[in-house]
């Protein structure tokens, strides 16, 4: 039987027939930079929720930077997920599934911004002796997320065009 009976020719299709998600969306036009914006800074809320909450956690009851740094990159990815989990529920998906999906959207994308953030804080002179009411803690912090955000766009918008990340979510609400 001929092959192309079970299934259609498609222009992004190698001669091996897998796909080539690469051309598939440049096929529907790509992913603009603005979606790419949009599924980095909904990565970025659930971060900078977690991460201050981590760091004012850990400051405020005198732990050391280790430890103050492991609970601020826990609960950024907690709230990080939470906010991709919630969606997808509300979108009708079950509880596993919705798992499922909020750890194959954000996992990526948490953890580029989180390694940027927290080396952006942790090589900035004396943010780490910093206290919360000095205005280099905020400044590193918010620096960091500044360009955990510049670099993790590009990341997205890579990994959505290839069906990954991000697009793993927009393909439940849609």
């Keep these: 039987m001929d092959h192309d009976q079970h299934h259609p020719p498609h222009s992004d299709r190698h001669d091996d027939g897998h796909h080539d998600h690469a051309s598939s969306a440049a096929g529907h036009g790509g992913v603009s930079w603005a979606m790419a914006m949009k599924a980095t800074l909904h990565c970025l809320t659930g971060c900078a929720i977690g991460e201050i ?3 004012v ?3 405020a009851l005198g732990w050391g ?13 907690l709230f990080g997920y939470s906010f991709t989990l919630f969606a997808v529920r509300r979108a009708g998906l079950g509880l596993r599934a919705a798992v499922k999906v909020a750890l194959a959207a954000d996992t990526v994308s948490i953890a580029v911004m989180e390694l940027v953030d927290n080396a952006v804080v942790a090589l900035t002179p004396g943010a780490m002796e910093a206290q919360l009411s000095d205005g280099l ?4 912090l918010l620096g960091g997320f500044a360009i955990a955000f510049l670099i993790t766009t590009p990341v997205n918008k890579w990994m959505i065009g290839r069906g990954k990340g991000h697009a793993v979510a927009h393909a439940q609400h849609a």
Excluded at 137 to 140: E, H, I, K, L, N
Aim: no cysteine; proline share 4%.
């Design 53 to 55: 909450l981590g760091m």
């Design 57 to 59: 956690i850990g400051t």
């Design 65 to 77: 930077n280790v430890p103050t740094m492991v609970v601020a990159i826990v609960l950024a990815f």
């Design 137 to 140: 803690f905020w400044a590193a």
